[in-house]
């Protein structure tokens, strides 16, 4: 399946920290034959010092952020070119800043319990984004609903979650005619 045989232009994998969204976008994005970009990039260098420091973002902090991710989306969806990112997206006021919601944008939830997404944290040597800092992005966090977004289990194996995911976004918007 190429990024050209579904009438959505950019995925966005969403989920709190460790859930898989920067592997699994990854996958997906050479799955689908499509570009990929990685939401932790478009922090200012003052989030990561911040983040670095064990310090949570505010929603202040996360607004350029936001707005950045949202001015390349809008590039893609302008342009016609399909891609994958990555981002947390945890509040509905995130998703909206974003234009989660508008034709050609699509988004799949990475969901996870606690238990997993601190032992993949520590795993993760050298990352800015502490373990100690899963707290908040739960007490953050305010799914989406299972019409917003597609749901999958990240638990799974990777092969297994991209695979839902691909067949998830035919069953959901299948090319026209």
């Known amino acids: 399946m190429g990024g050209g045989d579904l009438p959505v232009r950019v995925i966005v994998v969403m989920g709190v920290a460790g859930c ?3 592997t699994v976008g990854r996958l997906l994005a050479s799955r689908l034959g499509v570009d990929y ?3 932790d990039d478009f922090h200012t260098p003052a989030n990561v010092r911040k983040m670095a420091d064990g310090t949570p973002l505010t929603d202040a902090d996360r607004r350029p952020w936001l707005k950045a991710i949202e ?4 590039g ?5 070119r399909p891609a994958v990112v990555a981002c947390s997206a945890l509040k509905r006021a995130y998703r ?3 234009g989660l919601g508008r034709p050609g944008v699509a988004l799949v939830y990475l969901n996870a319990d606690r238990t997993t997404l ?6 993760r040597p050298g990352h800015f984004f502490r373990a100690n ?3 908040g992005q739960f007490a953050d966090l305010e799914p989406p609903t299972r019409d917003e977004a597609l749901w999958v289990d990240a638990g799974n194996p990777l092969p ?3 695979a839902e995911i691909t067949e998830g976004m035919a069953r959901r918007y299948p090319p026209a005619g």
């Open 76 to 80: 893609r969806l302008e342009s016609g």
């Open 96 to 98: 909206e800043m974003l």
């Open 37 to 39: 970009a990685e939401g």
């Open 133 to 135: 800092m899963l707290a």
């Open 20 to 22: 898989g969204k920067t």
């Open 71 to 74: 001015s390349w989306i809008t």
């Open 118 to 123: 601190e032992a993949r944290l520590h795993q």
């Open 160 to 162: 297994e979650i991209v």
